[in-house]
């Protein structure tokens, strides 16, 4: 499993937050000269996500401390404080201490300096706020919180997502406003879409018969309750006139509701929520950053959790991780303004919290779950990208179900009191103890301390039973009398307390204290049984007391049963490290980059032209030696320069290619679920670098490979088993790089490839004569062709004919080359060979000709020679030469080329090159030099020619073509 650096994260965080720290100095004061509220909200979201990450990566300090600033402007954009001096200098004075923090942060140093000072300022502010917005909605709120009746008052509290407070809104339309054009279902339908709960009770009694039904009378006027995180002030501005509408917010404490009503009622609830999500309020221009902020979160997570779907355990650094991904992604969406993601990591962060705690488990179907929730979340986001509606995730739903299931069995659970957990600890230490006891010499004194220790915590407790079986035991061990009946005893004792939890009716039978038959004649009053019980005597207070404190032992047991899945790793030395601060780093959009990259390559123009020039100079005119060493000297500087900036760019250029990869166990996770089969991903090589753009090049087509080993390569366990195989099918994604290029390999086990079906194929197609002699290298190519596939059925995995040929021409289309082998029965290896970077290379400049000028990549140049024309021979399948101890194969350029050859002269120039059918010589009219050149894309009227590989230009202006070696021959 990849590790992930948590202070790479948190610089990024540190960055991000002085980065919004600015902003919001700037709409502070611009906020005081202008009063627009909308900068107010941009203020608020800049500090809430600084305060929601601060938490996320352990930063409490920044978190507590951007809690006051946010709850002040909160304050000031809902209009319950207004803007002044004192104010705006508060503000600016809590900016300035949040720099402070995070330079603190920076330098790994801990932020000691007293704030009660200025908390106390922004508490006391707050509280004038507070002041002033009772005063203001004095007349329009008769009461501050009022009380619904109970059958409301219970719906709103089994249904509350944890956030936000509860409404009743009273909506006071009037028929003439319904007859002036005034739609009240605008105002529903704008109230259903700020709520998390959304509740409608209207009276119906008023509703006359069809036939007397005046169309422009309002005859329902429903009371609406609603749960939101939306203020008081908001709820109100949603109506074209406040005087419309009044809310009040809903007290549900635990004092008795109002009566039920008793006139006919009809009760709407969004019991299921609507079918879309709203997009209200969200900042478009920055979606597809926080798109690919997300995106990143949750590559750092997805092999987590399929290593815990797989092994079905959790290590909390896994949990940690995952909730801090969450808890990130709910910050970022709440300063884009996308609420209603906001509100959805909001639900993930509670389940994950409650596992933290130990009072829920994280098993693999939990991840299984969670990684549901991750292809949700890209769906929603992937939708807004493509400006469409999105549905609302089915996972959403069910967290709000699953939140309040987990509240409700938390509050019904037991606590854990420390005289619990010592005796859970001591009942264990017994059976361990006694467990060993059989193995070593000391064993009787190892039972009689595990005796006494049970017998002190039993004693403890108050189980006078388990005390006795203790005392027993301990006596029988030190007699040296058989002691194997007490011991099982105590063994069933202990069995039973771990066991799950029982009713009381049912431990009191057990225990032989009363019969079934009084048991259920105790259940039939309306009294708690066990007081019953005691109250006809069949049953003593203290052996009551006892079977109810057994009762919260197992509950209690069980219910920290859950806390050991989420286990703590073994704790490891702490490597001692001189403190040094954080490397800085920033983003850069990706089209400055591409942009600086063409400048460079411009720079490399201007560079050839200024040698050019400076050789006709010295070539042409007399000029002195020590004005020819500057000349030299300046462009050997220039060349210095340049050279630095291109590895500099390619350096900026170029990441790790676990970016593309980090995807696949996902990938092959969900296709191993879907089709029933057993994989084992690995992957090698992922600190392998490429350039940006190869790799999202390469992204699809390594998906099609991927997909296709999973599919086609890979059998199932049963076929595997009846091969003579693992069960377990192995797929391997390795990356390497051998000189300036990358190799990809896509290596699997499975069943390989039918060369027979596939020539029999390709027959069918036309690609090749029935009968033809073709070696298995030859017929396996045939799988690259477009349309061809041989599998028997359509999958929605693959099996429709495209995606091999995707892969090749994607490939080739960088100057990339893909080879398959495969074996039958044992495997198939695809390998792709790829150029490091693309758009600067370093090049062997020929000519042919007068006027014509060629360029080879040097990566596909093993030498340079001149030989003897005497030396060139003629074989059967062209010319060669004998060239350290091998035939060189020999061909002309200019027949290469589409041309005629030569008469060659009587020296021939000679590049060997390196493809991937080996060393063949080329032959050139004259070899001139190597030179760094700026690679620009091959132009459309030379786009049908595949062996040209890019164009650039000398410095005498003339156009140069870039070939592209693989496809000359």
Do not use: W
């Not at 109230?191 to 309002?218: C, H, M, W």
């Not at 019991?271 to 750092?300: C, K, N, Q, W």
């Not at 050149?933 to 040209?948: D, G, R, T, W």
């Not at 410095?955 to 021959?969: H, I, T």
């Amino acid at each position: 499993m990849p590790h992930i650096d948590i202070e790479k994260f948190k610089l990024g965080f540190l960055d991000e937050a002085a980065d919004l720290l600015e902003e919001a100095n700037e709409n502070i004061l611009r906020a005081e000269s202008g009063g627009d509220l909308e900068l107010f909200n941009a203020v608020f979201r800049c500090i809430h996500t600084i305060k929601g990450s601060a938490g996320g990566f352990g930063f409490d300090g920044i978190s507590e401390f951007s809690h006051h600033l946010e709850t002040m402007l909160d304050k000031l954009r809902t209009g319950e404080l207004k803007i002044n001096a004192d104010i705006t200098d508060l503000l600016l004075k809590g900016i300035d201490t949040l720099f402070e923090m995070v330079d603190y942060a920076r330098d790994r140093k801990e932020y000691n300096k007293d704030l009660s000072g200025i908390t106390a300022q922004f508490e006391s502010r707050a509280d004038d706020g507070m002041i002033c917005a009772v005063e203001a909605d004095a007349d329009r709120l008769p009461e501050a919180v009022v009380k619904v009746d109970t059958a409301i008052k219970k719906e709103l509290i089994s249904r509350h997502p944890g956030f936000g407070k509860p409404y009743r809104v009273n909506v006071k339309f009037t028929d003439e406003m319904l007859e002036n054009g005034y739609d009240p279902l605008t105002l529903y339908s704008n109230l259903r879409n700020i709520s998390d709960v959304f509740i409608a009770v209207t009276d119906t009694e008023g509703i006359p018969e069809t036939e007397q039904i005046e169309p422009y009378k309002l005859y329902l006027r429903p009371d609406i309750y609603i749960i939101s995180d939306a203020s008081l002030n908001e709820i109100t501005d949603l109506a074209f006139d406040p005087d419309t509408v009044e809310v009040h917010e809903i007290s549900l404490d635990d004092e008795a509701g109002q009566p039920e009503s008793k006139t006919s009622m009809i009760m709407e609830t969004d019991e299921r929520p609507e079918s879309h999500v709203a997009t209200e309020g969200i900042d478009t221009e920055m979606l597809a950053e926080l798109a690919a902020g997300i995106e990143d979160y949750f590559e750092s997570i997805e092999n987590y959790l399929i290593e815990i779907e797989k092994t079905g355990i959790g290590s909390k650094e896994a949990v940690d991780n995952i909730f801090r991904v969450f808890h990130n992604i709910k910050g970022d969406s709440g300063y884009v303004g996308f609420s209603f993601m906001e509100k959805y990591a909001h639900l993930v962060e509670n389940m994950l919290d409650k596992v933290r705690e130990g009072s829920v488990v994280f098993d693999n179907r939990a991840a299984e779950f969670i990684l549901n929730i991750i292809s949700d979340v890209k769906a929603v986001i992937n939708a807004l990208l493509n400006k469409e509606k999105p549905c609302l995730p089915e996972t959403y739903t069910m967290l709000h179900d699953l939140t309040n299931t987990i509240t409700l069995q938390v509050q019904n659970t037991p606590a854990i009191t420390d005289e619990v957990k010592i005796f859970l600890g001591q009942v264990d230490q017994f059976m361990e103890m006694i467990e060993l006891a059989e193995s070593v010499p000391a064993g009787m004194q190892m039972r009689q301390r595990a005796a006494a220790g049970l017998r002190n915590a039993a004693k403890f407790i108050g189980f006078k039973d388990l005390t006795e079986l203790a005392v027993a035991f301990e006596s029988d061990v030190s007699r040296g009398k058989d002691y194997d009946a007490v011991l099982s005893s105590i063994k069933s004792y202990i069995t039973q307390l771990k066991s799950p939890p029982k009713k009381l009716g049912e431990l009191l039978v057990e225990s032989g204290k009363v019969t079934v038959e009084e048991v259920e004649h105790a259940k039939s009053q309306q009294k708690k049984i066990g007081e019953i019980l005691v109250d006809q005597g069949k049953l003593d207070k203290d052996e009551l007391d006892m079977v109810l404190k057994k009762q919260n032992i197992m509950k209690a047991s069980e219910n920290t049963a859950p806390a050991a899945v989420v286990a703590e790793p073994e704790p490891s030395p702490e490597p001692v490290v001189a403190k040094e601060k954080f490397s800085q780093s920033m983003k850069v959009d990706q089209e400055k980059i591409d942009k600086f990259t063409n400048t460079i390559g411009e720079l490399v123009v201007a560079k050839n032209a200024y040698e050019y020039m400076m050789q006709k100079l010295i070539k042409d005119y007399d000029l002195p030696t020590s004005l020819v060493k500057d000349f030299k000297d300046n462009s050997n500087l220039i060349a210095r320069i340049s050279q630095d900036l291109q590895r500099d760019i390619l350096s900026l250029r170029m990441v790790p290619i676990k970016q593309i990869f980090n995807k696949f166990p996902r990938v092959v996770r969900d296709i191993s679920r879907k089709q029933n089969k057993t994989m084992d991903l690995r992957i090698i090589g992922e600190d392998t670098e490429i350039d940006k753009k190869i790799a999202d090049i390469l992204s699809d087509p390594l998906v099609h490979l991927v997909r296709n080993a999973c599919d086609h390569g890979l059998e199932s366990a049963a076929e595997r088993t009846a091969s003579g195989k693992y069960e377990t099918g192995s797929l391997i994604l390795k990356a390497y790089n051998e000189g300036s290029f990358v190799y990809i390999e896509v290596i699997d086990d499975g069943r390989g490839i039918n060369c027979g079906k596939v020539l029999e194929k390709a027959v069918s197609k036309g690609l090749v004569p029935d009968g033809a002699n073709l070696t298995e290298k030859e017929i396996i190519q045939f799988i690259l062709a477009p349309g061809f596939s041989t599998a028997e059925k359509v999958t929605d995995i693959s099996g429709r004919g495209v995606g091999m040929d995707v892969v090749k021409s994607s490939i080739t289309s960088v100057g990339g080359f893909i080879d398959v082998s495969s074996s039958e029965g044992e495997g198939t290896r695809v390998t792709m060979k790829i150029p490091v970077t693309i758009g600067m290379s370093t090049s062997l400049l020929v000519q042919m000709g007068e006027d014509e000028f060629y360029a080879f990549p040097i990566e596909n140049v093993a030498e340079t020679i001149i030989i003897e024309k005497e030396q060139v021979k003629d074989l059967h399948f062209g010319k060669g030469t004998y060239y350290r101890g091998n035939v060189l194969p020999l061909f002309q350029l200019s027949k290469l080329l589409g041309g005629e050859n030569k008469e060659l002269s009587d020296e021939v120039s000679v590049v060997i090159t390196v493809t991937d059918a080996g060393k063949t010589g080329i032959i050139v009219d004259e070899l001139l030099n190597r030179m760094d050149i700026a690679i620009k894309p091959v132009p459309e009227y030379f786009s049908h020619l595949n062996y040209i590989g890019g164009v650039t230009i000398l410095g005498d202006g003339q156009a140069v073509l870039v070939l592209n070696v693989n496809k000359l021959f």
